[in-house]
């Protein structure tokens, strides 16, 4: 999911988790503490449209997906036109808008109001994210999912978020070899063979004033997490702020002209969401190494990255397989110390005559989900 649940898509601007479990189709990613930020909208085609053009241009009268919740559903949509600028949509049944933590876990919150202002996307340079977000009513777990507690974040009160980060791209390798003549690739976005570098550095401010300035204190109460992040708790409000960064590589081989295996993708991601923890951990371990001291498990594991990795392979024509998963590492578990998070199988089917346009099937063991996807200008 992560708007398909795809690395090239999550990370610090969390855009919308596409999932069965709502109408529309989509789920807003839980905000973090402070990253990540969360209620990014992303942009896509709506999951009624996305119906009406499988109904319509791949003769599929009905859509299927699947959930925990609902079971296996026929989706349909009747649409009636109204002139060129007017689109109505009827639909059978309607559900809730919810929000999904990074577990898995949805959550509904009775009203929330949301102003998001973002800069355009770019390959490198500067960028910004500013989203105000309001929330009212006792948030409360979804249903068919286990008890727990709720996201502080979600908790009712006022809370305002800023970030500023630059991006650097690196191109290590471009393929000079010409492509083949009179031929169209199955995707344009797709065609050109290379090994690619990019790194991200930010900033993000959060204020919060409300029940959702409530923070929980680190684990294990370790005096090394108060790093140099600015962190400020009145009686009911909240100020934090903190560094991030990340960094990726991209390599792909292939053009995407020929019938059988001429693409093959690979994309890994290494996010460091907190400097302060990073910077801490790494004084605590310089402490022990110095005083000749075991290193701590805790300082291990705020040094550590998360990454997220993704695998595509061309199986026949515009038929290609990828599977997506994140991979961090869990030091206080004894049995494996790798953790592999949420993996997502899907076969994509490109539209070739859209130029960079395709459906996906995908399916995450983890939340038993199925979906089917129309997706455009995906790089």
């Known amino acids: ?5 795809w690395a090239m898509d999550g990370g610090f601007w969390d855009v919308d988790v596409s999932t069965p479990m709502t109408l529309n189709g989509i789920a807003r990613p839980v905000p973090g503490d402070p990253l990540p930020l969360g209620l990014s909208r992303g942009v896509r085609l709506s999951r009624p449209k996305q119906i009406d053009f499988f109904q319509r ?3 599929m009268p009905f859509v299927p997906c699947f959930n925990q919740r ?13 002139g060129q600028r007017w689109f109505l949509t009827l639909l059978e049944a309607a559900w809730p808008g919810l929000f999904i933590d990074q577990h898995g876990t949805y959550c509904d919150v009775p009203f929330t109001t949301t102003i998001d202002l973002a800069s355009v996307s770019a390959d490198a340079g500067a960028s910004y994210h500013v989203c105000v977000n309001h929330n009212g009513g006792s948030p409360k777990q979804f249903e068919c999912q286990p008890t727990g507690s709720v996201a502080a974040t979600l908790l009712p009160g006022l809370c305002a978020k800023g970030a500023l980060s630059l991006k650097k791209n690196i191109d290590i390798w471009k393929s000079e070899a010409q492509k083949l003549k009179m031929v169209q690739p199955y995707d344009l976005f797709l065609s050109n063979p290379h090994i690619s570098a990019s790194g991200i550095l930010g900033a993000v401010i959060t204020a919060s004033l409300g029940e959702n300035s409530i923070r929980a204190p680190p684990e294990n109460g370790s005096e090394w997490f108060k790093g140099f992040g600015l962190h400020y708790r009145g009686a009911n409000s909240a ?15 292939g053009n995407f002209q020929r019938m059988f295996l001429d693409l093959t993708r690979f994309y890994g991601r290494l996010d460091f969401p907190s400097g302060s923890n990073f910077v801490s951990g790494a004084t605590c371990l310089a402490s022990n190494f110095y005083n000749s001291q075991a290193p701590s498990l ?13 695998l595509q392979q061309q199986i026949a024509g515009p038929f290609s397989f990828r599977v997506d998963s994140g991979v ?3 030091l206080k578990n ?10 997502v199988y899907a076969i994509e089917y490109a539209l070739q005559v859209l130029g960079s346009a395709k459906a996906v099937a995908w399916y ?16």
């Not at 999911?1 to 649940?5: D, I, P, S, T």
């Not at 004894?334 to 993996?343: K, M, S």
């Open 364 to 379: 995450s063991p983890k939340q038993r989900e199925f979906m089917i996807e129309l997706r455009f200008f995906e790089r």
């Open 328 to 330: 961090s590492l869990d």
């Open 298 to 310: 805790d300082a291990v594991q705020a040094i550590c990255p998360s990454a997220t990795l993704s």
């Open 239 to 253: 100020i934090l702020a903190d560094v991030f960064a990340s960094v990726s590589l991209s390599a792909q081989h």
């Open 57 to 59: 241009f791949m003769t």
């Open 1 to 5: 999911m992560n708007k398909l649940r």
């Open 334 to 343: 004894r049995e494996c110390h790798v953790n592999v998070r949420d993996p």
């Open 70 to 82: 609902h079971g296996t559903s026929l989706q349909r949509v009747f649409s009636f036109p109204f």
